[in-house]
């Protein structure tokens, strides 16, 4: 499924994809493709809405 996240770093829009096959929640490290910060993506289905919730926050070293 094509959706996407913004950068926790500059708050750029980032395109990508949620495998729904891989689950209800995910967790993955992607890095914006503006600024190449490392952001952790976390996506989570939400059984109300039908849909995927994704939410990001940087990478910590």
Known sequence: METGFQCAGCGEWNQTTVDES?????????DC????KPNVVRVQYDTREHEFVITAQL???
């Open 22 to 30: 891989a689950g209800r929640i995910q967790s993955y490290v992607e």
């Open 33 to 36: 493709q503006v600024c190449c």
């Open 59 to 61: 990478e910590s070293l």
